[in-house]
């Protein structure tokens, strides 16, 4: 790449905005608030979407079916730029107004973007978005990483100094793509916070603990590895985390990292961890499964419970 198409492409980079998904709702004007920060800190502008009511892109299609140009004033948007300026921004800010369903609408306007951000719960489309299809079908779909802010955590900021809290990174070290370790180091880099790589490493049974079988041809020795054998298994993942972020340290030499290997199931540790995280970062799904299984179980459980906002981060294309 000549000096001359590298500099094109970073400033596209730049360029690339920040979309925050708004409804009116408190929730998603939290969201908005986060939003914002994002875009400031990374300097690139922001798009606030709001997909327009199911009433209101009919009335706006019937108008437009009699030949005339539809001028029906989207009144959340409306709202919601007079909060934005209240507020004061230092970033370019466009405001869109978009029709068809959010799980479609969104996505589209985030084909470009750099994040897209909603809050948790909100009015019609939102109304359950992260115990429902809306929120799970919007995730798999989402071309970005998406960001959802719950509506019981305070509102994250990309501000340095220890009120920012850590960035936490689900990590499993065979099966997390790279882009996910990547835009949670990158996270980190522009927080100016520590990162915490978690995994979770599921012990077998003791056998000594498993219930006798109630015939004697059905007991069948379980191919387990001893009690003894914990803290073996336990330095192996450690090893194995530590490899798979070494080349990622490398190249953030000024990211604090710390690896936590620990027992017990992946998604109760991250939302124990979110707790004291402000962003709590998180693959889409495992390569190579099927398409239906696109928000993984961990993703799934973070974005129902997780105490700080959670970013699922997709696979890159055709990954």
Partial sequence: MNPESRRNHESAGRERPVVAAVDGSAHSLRALSWALGAAEAL?????????????????????????????????????????VEDRGHAVPVRYASLDGTVTEALPRAASDARLLVTGSRGHGGFASLLLGSTGRTLAARSPCPLVVVPHEARTASLESGPRAGRVLLGLHPEETPDEVVEFAFGAASLRRVPLEALTGLRLPPNPAALAAAPSPALQVPPPLPLADDTEELLAEARREQEARLRPFAERWPGVELTGTVAPGDAAGLLVDGSREAALLVVGRHHRHRIAELLVGSVAHAVLHHAGCPVAVVPPAAGA
């Fill in 43 to 83: 300097d690139v502008p922001l798009v606030v979407a709001h997909v327009r009511s199911d009433a209101l892109q009919l009335g706006a299609a019937r108008i437009a079916s009699l030949g005339t140009e539809p001028e029906l004033p989207d009144t959340v948007l409306d709202a919601v730029r007079t909060v």
